[in-house]
């Protein structure tokens, strides 16, 4: 049974940074991708950032510039900095873990509010 442990999150001023964490445990194979997604209100959810377990890393144009994700993959842990929030950046923002079409795990999703 893969779990997915995601902390971070909360209300952040406008200009400010946050940082989340995800932490994966079970039977994970050592090549997978793991990544954030963020879902606003009335809107579909949206790639924010993901890398690979061979560190190629992808990131919306929106964050570009101002989210950085990161690996340990020794902790089977990722990581997405953000800087320069915006209230757009406004979402709950869930943890993904790919390795095959059967293989797709979600976090519960954490709030990340910014306030203008």
């Known amino acids: 049974q893969v779990q997915l442990v995601e902390s971070g999150g909360g209300l952040v001023q406008a200009g400010g940074s946050s940082r989340l964490s995800c932490t994966a445990s079970g039977s994970i194979p050592s090549y997978n991708l793991m990544g954030w997604y963020r879902q606003a209100p009335g809107k579909e959810r949206e790639l924010v950032a993901r890398a690979s377990s061979l560190s190629a890393i992808d990131y919306a144009d929106s964050v570009k510039g101002r989210f950085t994700i990161s690996r340990d993959n020794s902790k089977n842990t990722v990581y997405l900095q953000m800087n320069s929030l915006i209230p757009e950046d406004t979402a709950v923002y869930y943890c993904?873990?790919?390795?095959?079409?059967?293989?797709?795990?979600w976090g519960q999703g954490t709030q990340v509010t910014v306030s203008s």
């Open positions: 993904n873990l790919f390795w095959r079409k059967e293989a797709n795990y």
